[in-house]
């Protein structure tokens, strides 16, 4: 009855549309068979509604071929979490209310009508994430005699996508486009690939930024439990990998420069004060790429580990600096303070200097100098290089008593005949106050070379600990470089290797 019913309309719009074509040639205006089948079966669908799906049983399914042409990546949107795509939609789908006999139409197999005159599928964007209420723009429908419709509009999405940015700059970044009808299950109008099971990158305009590494689509169907109506979806999925070109120039680089430079630090000597100012200048400069790096990449929970990478920099930078200041203050301790403790010199000198072959080095040195200062004083004073001590300054008084002693009595001997004794006495107490400003000047003499003995052992003591005190200076500023280049090659490893 319906479709007798459906005849019999069309015969009557059919005569209608004659009558119209011939009051059009009476007043002289030229109407196309197009034209006329357009309007019958716009009017058809006036008639009936484009309400309801457009098929001739309830329980008949509208299949709907679904496809996606990508144009342009418009934008990846880090910090919002929005991709922007130029795409165009591809729906096919059979409308039974456009149906038309070619031969009574002037052979027309196939017209263009409005999108908003006819019924649409509602496949949507699920993960839609625009403030607009319409992306796409208003295309014309390409309809077929046998009811087969094509609609190709073109559309600006925005959809939500989670990005990492751990590996920043050197990451791959995962998004999904899912469509689906908005409102009926699979038995009214179900979505299946209109081609393979991608979309199409004919006419993609390649992006300066990204690249495309993995296209690849699936259909899915999910039931819930409160119903048993099955409700597919396609899901789109792109795998995006930057371009790493310009962010090697003005991040990369930079920083590898930078670290580079940051091992100068260690070479500069302890006392010097541009390793301090070396070091600040260093730290001011991996802050600038800090701020660089924190607008390039969006405000999110996770940091990516060229920025963790740069805060370790700033901190082993930092405590390089810190320990230059104590390096440089071990460098002169040893002149204002007392001897290292035990332990330190055990750990420092002891064993840390030796494997890093830092005490023969510094310890040897000294040791060479001390050696031609030795050398020099036996040959100025003898193969004797005691310094005047107590025994012999004794042993040189004695002898020059009993010579003079023996040089007395012998004179006393030879003019004890024709001198009187008074003149002997005379000579006697003269002779015994020569011997004691003798014995006098002897114990200046080596009370003196004492003095000098015990200030050049201060001296030897005092040059010893600032010698120890050096060692360990350089021990440390070993252990620092040690640590910082471990620490460089660690990070290398776990932003490069593991990525």
Not at 133 to 146: D, F, G, I, P, S
Request: charged residues 25%.
């Amino acid at each position: 009855m319906i479709a007798e019913d459906e005849n019999k309309t069309d015969q009557i719009q059919t005569k209608q549309c004659r009558t119209r074509v011939s009051a059009a040639f009476n007043h002289n205006l030229p109407v196309s068979e197009e034209k006329l089948l357009v309007k019958r079966l716009l009017d058809r669908y006036a008639r009936l509604g484009k309400i309801g799906r457009p098929v001739l049983n309830t329980s008949e399914t509208v299949t709907v071929n679904f496809d996606l042409s990508l144009i342009q990546i418009v934008d990846v949107d880090e910090k919002n979490q929005v991709l922007v795509t130029n795409i165009w939609y591809n729906y096919v789908w059979t409308d039974h209310l456009l149906k038309w006999d070619p031969e009574e139409h002037g052979n027309i197999s196939n017209i263009r009508v409005p999108s908003d005159r006819i019924w649409l599928p509602d496949i949507l964007l699920y993960n839609f994430a625009d403030t607009r209420l319409k992306e796409q723009r208003e295309a014309l429908v390409v309809v077929n005699y046998t009811g087969g419709t094509l609609w190709m509009p073109q559309a600006i999405l925005k959809s939500s996508c989670f990005f990492d940015i751990t590996f920043f700059p050197f990451d791959d970044q995962e998004c999904k486009l899912k469509f689906g009808s908005w409102t009926y299950d699979g038995f009214k109008v179900d979505v299946v690939f209109r081609s393979a099971p991608k979309m199409d990158l004919n006419d993609y305009m390649l992006s300066n930024e990204w690249d495309i590494m993995e296209n690849v689509a699936v259909r899915n169907v999910r039931k819930y439990a409160c119903c048993p109506e099955p409700y597919p979806d396609l899901t789109f999925r792109l795998r995006l990998r930057r371009k790493v070109a310009f962010y090697s120039f003005i991040l990369i680089l930079p920083c590898a420069l930078l670290s580079l430079l940051t091992l100068v630090i260690f070479w500069v000597p302890p006392e010097s004060p541009a390793k301090l100012q070396l070091g600040m200048n260093i730290f001011v400069a991996f802050f600038l790429l800090l701020l660089l790096l924190a607008e390039s990449v969006p405000h999110a929970a996770t940091v990516p580990l060229i920025g963790a990478y740069f805060c370790l920099s700033m901190v082993m930078i930092t405590l390089s600096t810190v320990f230059a200041c104590v390096v440089a203050n071990m460098f002169f301790r040893g002149v204002r303070v007392h001897r290292a403790p035990y332990w330190l010199r055990a750990v420092m000198i002891d064993g840390i200097a030796r494997v890093l072959f830092l005490r023969d080095q510094v310890m040897d040195k000294n040791h060479k100098e001390q050696s031609k200062m030795r050398n020099w004083n036996v040959k100025v004073t003898g193969e004797n290089n005691k310094k005047f001590p107590a025994a012999d300054a004794k042993f040189a008084k004695v002898r020059l008593l009993e010579n003079k002693d023996e040089k007395m009595s012998a004179s006393s001997d030879t003019l004890e005949p024709s001198v009187p004794d008074t003149v002997i006495e005379q000579h006697d107490d003269r002779q015994s106050l020569m011997r004691s400003a003798i014995l006098e000047e002897v114990k200046a003499i080596r009370e003196m070379l004492d003095k000098v003995q015990e200030k050049k052992m201060k001296l030897e003591e005092r040059e010893k600990l600032v010698r120890e005190w050096r060692v360990i200076a350089c021990v440390t500023d070993r252990l620092f470089f040690i640590v910082y280049v471990l620490v460089n090659v660690i990070g290398v490893l776990v932003i490069f290797v593991r990525k």
